[in-house]
């Protein structure tokens, strides 16, 4: 199976699980800057809330995929006050006819002061441990 790790952070948080999930997946974890140009079965997608939606960069990266070089999509992330932003993920993957993968990895994010330190040390093995199931 091939994977590809790809993420959109403003503060680092959602950069350090992207890293931890490719480590296991044998990848490298890159920003959404870098686009999608090999065929991968699985494409790691780390995400957050940003002002209760998902950032245009994120919209935009996901209509830039050619539907025939992304199997599914996993969406991950963090977030201090929102929960998961897969239903935001996948309106955009819809639209770009790629299809989700039904689960997730999502975990407590800092921001200003809210969840000091997360996702933490513990969080990112829970994400390498996610990112684990795909390979055994």
Excluded: W
Aim: glycine content about 6%; charged content about 30%; overall charge negative.
């Amino acid at each position: 199976m091939e994977f590809a790790v790809r993420y959109y952070t403003k503060t680092g948080n959602t950069k350090r699980l992207a890293e931890a999930m490719a480590d296991v997946l044998s990848v490298e974890a890159l920003p959404i800057s870098e686009p999608i140009n090999e065929q991968v079965d699985l494409l790691f997608l780390g995400n957050s809330y940003y002002a209760f939606n998902i950032d245009k960069e994120v919209k935009d990266f996901i209509a830039s995929l050619d539907k025939n070089l992304v199997g599914k999509i996993v969406n991950f992330g963090s977030a201090a006050m929102l929960n998961s932003t897969y239903k935001k993920v996948k309106a955009e993957a819809d639209k770009a006819g790629i299809a989700m993968y039904d689960k997730e990895f999502h975990c407590k994010g800092e921001f200003k002061g809210i969840h000091k330190g997360r996702p933490n040390e513990d969080d990112c093995k829970a994400a390498a441990e996610f990112a684990r199931t795909f390979v055994e």
